[in-house]
């Protein structure tokens, strides 16, 4: 099993940056892949970032390529998301799940461990 715990979230300017943090506690977090997941009010939680065992394999939503940048470390078992060029429309709460599969998934049904959520105001 898995902790995590998400952090680094606040109200910023359209325009600002923010980076997130997942901190993992209680197994062997290197062999987890890590996913960041974000969620509006009303709206279904949606996929954002996904990286993989090492710090190779990265995927992206269209909606935030270019924009955001997931990173890991191992050694201090955390997930990182710097956000750049936050627009109003990524205002929501980020969570980060963790599984241990061979691929990056970007349905959170094939998440088992989740953090509890940390929340992102971005102003126009």
């Known amino acids: 099993q898995v902790q995590l715990i998400e952090s680094g979230g606040g109200s910023v300017q359209a325009g600002g940056s923010l980076r997130l943090s997942c901190a993992a506690s209680?197994?062997?977090?290197?062999?987890?892949?890590v996913g960041w997941f974000r969620q509006a009010p009303g709206q279904e939680r949606e996929f954002v970032a996904g990286?993989?065992?090492?710090?190779?394999?990265?995927y992206y939503a269209d909606s935030v390529k270019g924009r955001f940048t997931i990173s890991r470390d191992n050694a201090k078992n955390t997930v990182y998301l710097q956000m750049n060029s936050l627009k109003p429309e990524d205002t929501a709460v980020y969570y980060c799940?963790?599984?241990?599969?061979?691929?990056?998934?970007?349905?959170?049904?094939?998440?088992?461990?989740w953090g509890q959520g940390t929340q992102v105001t971005v102003s126009s």
């Open positions: 799940a963790a599984t241990q599969t061979l691929r990056v998934a970007s349905s959170a049904r094939q998440y088992d461990y």
């Open positions: 209680g197994s062997t977090f290197s062999s987890y892949v």
């Open positions: 990286i993989g065992w090492s710090d190779v394999l990265r």
